[in-house]
């Protein structure tokens, strides 16, 4: 009997450690979760950083979105934010210190399977904003 109980204490101990490993992955996912949500909710809130003027595309960027299946709005809210996506080091300083002192804006982006890329200009007027493949600039 002494023997059953000690393996009964000694799978409670087992259980009660896993528990807590368990408690504490959940724990760090959740925390993690919710970085990730604040993360993205001030992305989605923070106001526009310039106007897009009128927005326009070309044939090859309409032709790009429709088959990624990727709404033109999300990236130009995204650019409009300051998310300026693949663009390097120096073009996204360059973005930032375009946005203070009324110069033109490039982000890229990268969309589908393939990562195609999409560009979006806005001009330095704030007049328009055109989405196009580099190839079309």
Request: aromatic share 8%; glycine share 0%.
């Given at each position: 009997m002494s023997n059953q109980k000690n393996k009964h204490d000694s799978m409670e101990s087992q259980n009660s450690s896993t528990n807590t490993k368990?408690?504490?992955?959940?724990?760090?996912?959740?925390d993690a979760m919710a970085a990730a949500v604040l993360v993205l909710m001030h992305k989605l809130i923070q106001p526009?950083?310039?106007?897009?003027g009128q927005v326009v595309a070309t044939p090859g960027a309409l032709d790009l979105l429709d088959r990624t299946g990727t709404n033109a709005s999300e990236l130009l809210a995204r650019h409009q934010r300051g998310d300026w996506g693949v663009v390097c080091t120096s073009d996204a300083s360059e973005n930032n210190h375009a946005v203070m002192n009324g110069e033109r804006v490039l982000s890229a982006y990268e969309l589908g399977k393939q990562l195609e890329r999409i560009w979006i200009i806005t001009e330095r007027d704030r007049s328009v904003t055109t989405l196009l493949l580099p190839e079309e600039y």
């Open positions: 368990t408690d504490i992955l959940e724990s760090a996912s959740t526009p950083l310039f106007s897009l």
